[in-house]
């Protein structure tokens, strides 16, 4: 057992129960992306597992991809929020296999985004499209699909960026990966 885990495992250790992971899902429901603050943990689909373990919550979270920057801040926001909604020294775990994939963004998720401005995901990062086969991607603003790619880097790594021919607005896409 390494140094320091005697006194945190022993902190309020207690086993919980199905309401108690319900409740935690909840809380976790409220912790918002800090790159997209309208989309949880939960709707980007980073929260992997909910489970008791050795008298603790366990969550594991898998960052969108291994070098986000905001990984470490995403991890504190969930600790720090299931504390305040008094789950005793949770444990908190980075789960990177298997690597995280646009499919596990929620239809909640994927409204959210759009609502915000964003175009979801095309299509599905399990089901690649054909060499040659063109994207289209919906205008979130107007709804046309009659859009454009300006380039493929976006105001973050996994978005690109682009533009509605009807409107004209800009937007970003969030790259189906």
Not at 35 to 52: A, C, K, N, Y
Not at 71 to 90: H, K
Not at 133 to 144: I, K, M, Q, R
Request: charged share 25%.
């Amino acid at each position: 057992m390494p140094t320091g885990n005697l006194i945190t495992s022993d902190l309020n250790a207690r086993e919980g129960g199905a309401s108690d992971l319900a409740r935690a899902r909840d809380v976790l429901d409220q912790v918002m992306d800090p790159e997209v603050p309208v989309v949880s943990v939960t709707d980007l689909g980073i929260v992997r597992e909910i489970d008791w373990r050795e008298g603790h919550l366990f969550v594991a979270i898998t960052p969108t991809y291994s070098g986000c920057p905001a990984t470490e801040f995403i991890e504190s926001s969930v600790r720090d929020a299931l504390i305040e909604a008094g789950f005793a020294a949770p444990n908190i775990e980075q789960r990177l296999d298997p690597a995280w994939t646009t499919d596990w963004i929620t239809e909640q998720g994927r409204q959210r985004l759009k609502a915000y401005g964003i175009a979801p995901p095309v299509g599905s990062a399990s089901k690649p499209r054909l060499p040659g086969e063109a994207l289209t991607v919906e205008c979130p603003n107007c709804g046309s699909t009659a859009t454009e790619e300006i380039t493929e880097f976006g105001s973050t790594a996994c978005k690109a960026l682009y533009r509605c021919t009807d409107c004209l607005e800009p937007f970003d896409y969030f790259k189906c990966i």
